[in-house]
Each structure stands twice: as C-alpha cells, then as structure tokens.
C-alpha cells in the first residue's frame, strides 16, 4: 500500500472525529450555517390507480424540478400486490405501479410508465435515475440473471418513455471486464455533462470504475479506477479482499454513484469502501473524503447530494447500513450534523438508498427497504450566501 494513500486516510478519518466531536460540543455560529430539515408528512400524495411502490432504485429532480423516481416493481411480493393476481388475493389493493414517476412538487404524480417488458432489454433490477437539460430520461439496472443475463446496460428514452434514443451496454453473461468498454458492470449511477455532451457512469456491481461516454452517439471517451488508474490497470475478478487498516487500490464496490460539482470536479461513491473518490474531470485523482470508515454491513456511501447554494459548501451522504445522512463541509469533509436513524417512522430509513436536492434546497431520498421516498424540507435556508 502506498505510504501517501495511507497517510490521506488517516488524515481524513481524523478530520472525521474532529468534525462529530464539534458537533457535540454545539458550536452554535457554525450550527446556524448548516442546513436545518425537516420531514414532509404530506410528500408524496397517495398514488393514483391503487398503485405501490417497490424498492427505490432512483431518484432525481429536472431543470424545472418535477422529482423522477424509478422502482423496482419485481421487489414488491404477491402479498403485497393481491389485487394484481389472478384470481386476486384481495380485490382492495393493491398494484404495481410503473417503474418511471414523475412527481410535482406538490407530490402529485404527473406521468408514470416503463417496467418489466417495456422495452426488450428493460433491466430486471432497476437502478438510477436521471433527467438532462432536454428532459430525456436515462436509467439503468444492476440485477442479477434474470430474463437470460445480468444487466449490463443503459437505456435513455424521451420524456414520455414513448422512445428508446440509446442503450450503452447490453445485458450479458460475460465475466467481469473492466478492460471491455462495450459492455457495463451493473451500472449504479450516471450524470450527464451538458456542455461537454458526455454520460458518466459508476460501474458498478461487477465493474470497479468509471466510464464516459458521448452522450449522443454512445462512442466510449475514457475511464479510470480509484486513484485515477487506467483501465488497463484494474483487476477483474474477486481477488483478496483488502486490508481494513488500509486504503484498497481499487474500489471496493459498488461504484455506487457519480456526480459533478459546480467547479468541475467528478465526485464517486465506492460504497463499501465507505468514501468519496474526488477527480477531475480527465480522471485525475485529487481527493479522497471518508464516512464512518470501517461501515461493515452494506456501506456508508450508498448516496450522495451537493447543497443548493451557489457553491455547493456541503454535501449529503446517507451510508445504507448506517441508515443517517451526513451533512459534511464538502471540501474538507467535516462532519456539520446528521438527518435521520434507523427506522420505519417517517423521518426514519431502511436502506437508505437514493438521495437528490431541488432548486429550493429540499431534500428527497429513497428507500430499498421501507420501498419509499420522503421529503426533507429546508427550514432555515442559511446554506445561501
């Protein structure tokens, strides 16, 4: 293990405890700065048609900031839906609703559709959501084998879902290959660059990267591991599993999401290697920002948001086995106060699993476990300048 990624860590872990013990200690001007929330109990309505949800695989907000969210119909149990079978088990309730929601702001749904067959490689486990400047609406799915192989793709539709516009990827029984730019990993996360016209996504489940490609043609542009490796440089396979005490070489997996800050910089979750990995934009390392290190059962870096302000001066973490959000000073990763715990009461997650912010600085997040998502809304507005 290289000395310097060592001594980051260290560092980082050790701006980690200085960050909880100052929150303990309530330091009231820096408390009066950070973002104050609380939980919507009116967000979202009751779903039309006897509709349910499973569990959440994304969620984001559009430029005009409608929420998106994608479930995972295949997650819901026949108990749950009893209407839906034939003959029905209950005629009350309840259905599967469409994989793909659109919700105003108010919590009304606006649009729903996709699911199981609605295309011919729609994936078996969706996973991730996002909507560009022109509103096409891009997902893609981790699952397992399911209807003949693995998901190893990306699909972008029209707003309505009425068009399929490009797949990356398809599903695929070949082994993991962080060498193979045709094919993906399990995709978690994507964001699109609109300047640049360019998709970057965390690969994944299977894979241990991040990959770029042109957002129109679907023409590979580069990638790169953690620390900036070249793709060449990356394993495939299992391998030794890395030492606790140390800083893995790799991700450690899943590259759970990938986003892009205000001042160009890529920021990816390595979920159970419980850290954010900082890179420009080329794949230059520049950073690593810990959350609870040492997370052992399903990681702290299921998700990830920027704040609303101009600059971006936090970020939101929420760990799936933690089951908190961090609120974090995004540049040194200070830990400034939390949201949440463990639970099935609002305000509480199980699974914690997607997160997003809107223009307004409210914080959405979804649940695999309590199949969900809830409103956090912003109380003090004092993250503006």
């Known amino acids: 293990m290289n000395a310097g990624k060592i001594w980051a860590r260290t560092l980082a872990w050790l701006a980690g405890l200085c ?31 006897n509709w349910i949800t499973g569990g959440i695989g994304g969620i984001d907000v559009d430029k005009d900031d409608p929420i998106w969210v994608v479930h995972r119909a295949l997650s819901i149990s026949k108990e749950e839906v009893g ?27 606006l649009q729903a559709w996709g699911g199981p067959g609605w295309v011919p490689d729609w994936p078996y486990e969706e996973h991730s959501v996002y909507v560009d400047r022109e509103n096409n609406v891009w997902l893609g799915g981790n699952g397992p084998l399911g209807r003949g192989a693995p998901d190893r793709q990306i699909l972008k539709f029209t707003n309505n879902g009425k068009k399929l516009l490009l797949e990356l990827g398809h599903p695929s029984m070949d082994a993991e290959n962080n060498q ?69 070489d790799e991700f450690t997996g899943p590259v759970h999401c990938v986003h892009i800050s205000v001042d160009n910089f890529v920021y990816v979750c390595d979920r159970e290697g419980d850290r954010i990995q900082v890179f420009t934009k080329q ?58 715990q463990s639970g099935g009461n609002m305000g509480e997650f199980s699974n914690i699993h997607v997160m997003t912010v809107d223009s307004h600085g409210n914080l959405y997040t979804g649940e695999t476990g309590n199949k969900r998502v809830q409103r956090f809304v912003l109380q003090n507005g004092t993250d503006k300048p």
């Open 83 to 109: 209407a839906a079978q034939k003959p029905p088990l209950y005629p009350e309730c309840c259905l599967p609703a469409p994989a793909v929601l659109e919700f105003d702001q108010a919590g009304n749904v």
């Open 180 to 248: 193979n730019t045709t094919l993906l990993g399990g995709p978690a996360g994507l964001v699109v660059d609109e300047a640049a016209h360019e998709v970057y996504i965390a690969d994944g489940y299977v894979n241990k990267r991040v990959v770029v490609y042109d957002s129109d043609s679907g023409a590979f542009k580069r990638g790169w591991g953690a620390y900036g490796v070249p793709l060449t440089d990356i394993t495939n396979g299992s391998g030794p599993p890395p030492d606790p005490l140390e800083a893995a």
């Open 283 to 340: 794949g230059k390392y520049v950073q690593e920002i810990l959350a609870a290190w040492q997370t052992h059962v399903l990681g702290s870096l299921c998700a990830m948001a920027f704040s609303h302000d101009p600059k971006q001066k936090y970020i939101f973490v929420a760990g799936c086995g933690n089951n908190v959000i961090w609120i974090m000073n995004r540049f040194d990763g200070e830990v400034v106060g939390t949201i949440g």
């Open 19 to 49: 960050g909880l013990a100052a929150l303990a200690a309530g330091q009231s001007a820096r408390a009066q700065e950070v973002p104050q929330y609380k939980v919507d109990p009116t967000w979202p309505k009751q779903l039309p048609h």
